[in-house]
């Protein structure tokens, strides 16, 4: 072989190298002839049979185009996120789109609103896209609207969840209807009827839904993280160890959430089920003599009649346990020593535990708005414990279980260590019951408790007596 074919050869050959070298950087041509065309090419997804059409319906983008980044140009990532739920699923969910926007599910107006009208009760209380942002809070609504966004309103729709198996969901719609697995979406598979697994994804932690599974928060400390196995702690799907608690006896009789939680935000008649009156429990378990020969029917017992449930809840006599987190310390940091946090690591939250950890930036996300923002918030408690239930009345008089809700201090040091902020609490303390403690419907029913029973039938007893003697006018006013 000639000098000269030789040469040509072995340029030929750098050439071809040189082209396959450069095909590796640039975009795929996504309507090769060897394979394909359009987004099934390389999102290899299986299809839900009620959302079997062209993924650019709900994606946008351009499926025709020919390498990666032209063809999604325009892409809509999260099309159920609350921002393009209206404009994507409202092509044919319009109706279920109109009445999930004013859900609490999609405005979290309850939590926003009983957080701002305890510091702030001479205030108007804003709407979730009206929170105040400051990087750096410099009055006391400020700091309260950065812990809402980046430490309190985690379960909120426009968060995909920490980043912990059992979080992990979609935005809008697609956080309870979407079909999640450790490893993130399970193909493009959506629950018409939601499953339990995907209400826990909110309404884990030392929240109502954990306590219907008979789960409770260990303490963040790393002594009470056990049990260990082979030395190791196990896994954690919410981000913490829990203790093993009694059940809700509906869900040991097998009962999902939905089972009386029928009506979700997509739908404008709601529920029964009134976590105010617990006037749902009435659905199955009427007063005697408004459903004849049920078995499930009231007896005529203290307590169970109708003219006493003007006087008591279920739950006082019902809830086997309840939480009890006393002491709710939130702490800001804008540059913390993660030594001095590393003993409380584990709090629940895959940012500061990463952050801690050395494997993230001393940052937190918005979860309104996504923006990655300096500073953490650090949370503590002076006593944790699940009994003993304590009752008291609440704003109407009735007997209703009570917990430490707003019993919190917040403070806010700044980079500079000045304390900004020293342990403010909430303003309103003129409460029914103690200062930060709130009324709310645990799930833990169970067989009464015959103290606690006792004790209230006594109460109605006596309050129906004094009524009757004084509707006889043997009591005069």
Same mark, same amino acid.
């Given at each position: 072989? %000639?000098? #000269? ?17 450069? %095909? ?7 309507? %090769? ?19 079997? &059409? ?17 063809? +999604? ?9 609350? @921002? &393009? ?20 599910? &999609? ?13 702030? $009760? ?54 309870? +209807? ?18 339990? *697994? ?20 260990? @303490? ?12 190791? +702690? ?8 829990? +203790? ?26 709601? %529920?029964? &089920? ?19 020969? *049920? ?81 953490? #918030? ?9 009994? $003993? ?47 930060? #403690? ?40």
């Amino acid at each position: 072989m %000639s000098k #000269w074919i030789r040469t040509s050869l072995l340029s030929f050959v750098m050439v071809c190298i040189s082209l396959f070298l450069l %095909s590796g950087c640039a975009d795929p041509d996504i309507q %090769s002839p060897f394979k394909k065309s359009g987004c099934m090419e390389c999102h290899l997804v299986k299809l839900d049979k009620q959302h079997d &059409f062209q993924c650019t319906l709900c994606h946008k983008g351009n499926s025709h185009k020919k390498s990666m980044s032209s063809a +999604h140009e325009g892409l809509i990532k999260r099309p159920a996120h609350p @921002d &393009f739920v209206k404009a994507i699923c409202g092509k044919c969910h319009k109706k279920e789109i109109e009445q999930s926007n004013h859900d609490v599910h &999609f405005t979290l107006s309850n939590e926003i609103g009983m957080v701002w009208s305890s510091f702030f $009760p001479e205030s108007e209380v804003p709407d979730l896209k009206s929170l105040p942002i400051e990087t750096y809070p410099t009055d006391t609504p400020t700091l309260i609207s950065d812990m809402l966004r980046r430490r309190c309103l985690r379960c909120h729709l426009f968060y995909e969840g920490d980043d912990y198996a059992g979080t992990k969901r979609g935005t809008g719609c697609a956080a309870c +209807h979407m079909r999640f697995t450790e490893n993130g979406p399970q193909d493009h598979k959506f629950y018409k009827k939601v499953p339990d *697994s995907r209400c826990l994804s909110c309404h884990y932690g030392n929240f109502v839904g954990w306590d219907y599974y008979g789960r409770f928060e260990t @303490d963040y400390e790393e002594d009470y993280r056990a049990p260990l196995k082979e030395g190791r +702690h196990l896994k954690r799907p919410y981000g913490l160890e829990y +203790h093993e608690m009694t059940p809700d006896i509906h869900k040991q009789k097998n009962m999902a959430c939905g089972d009386c939680h029928k009506k979700g935000p997509c739908s404008a008649k709601k %529920s029964s &089920f009134s976590d105010l009156d617990e006037s749902g429990c009435l659905t199955c378990h009427p007063f005697a003599g408004e459903i004849e020969y *049920s078995l499930k029917t009231l007896s005529q017992r203290i307590g169970h009649r109708k003219e006493d449930f003007a006087l008591t809840a279920c739950t006082p006599c019902h809830a086997v346990w309840s939480f009890r987190d006393e002491g709710r310390f939130l702490l800001r940091q804008d540059n913390p020593d993660m030594e001095d946090w590393y003993y409380l690591r584990t709090q629940g939250s895959s940012e500061i535990e990463k952050a801690v950890n050395g494997e993230g930036p001393p940052m937190m996300r918005d979860k309104l708005d996504g923006v990655l923002r300096p500073g953490m #918030w650090f949370q503590g408690f002076i006593r944790r414990r699940w009994a $003993p239930v304590v009752i008291g009345k609440d704003e109407k008089g009735r007997f209703r279980v009570f917990r430490p809700i707003l019993n919190m201090y917040v403070s806010y040091p700044n980079e500079q260590a000045d304390i900004l902020f020293n342990n403010m609490v909430p303003e309103r303390n003129e409460w029914p019951f103690k200062p930060g #403690w709130m009324p709310y419907t645990p799930h833990t029913i169970g067989p009464a408790d015959v103290f606690r029973t006792m004790q209230i039938g006594a109460y109605i007893l006596k309050s129906q007596q004094g009524l009757a003697e004084y509707r006889s006018g043997e009591v005069k006013e």
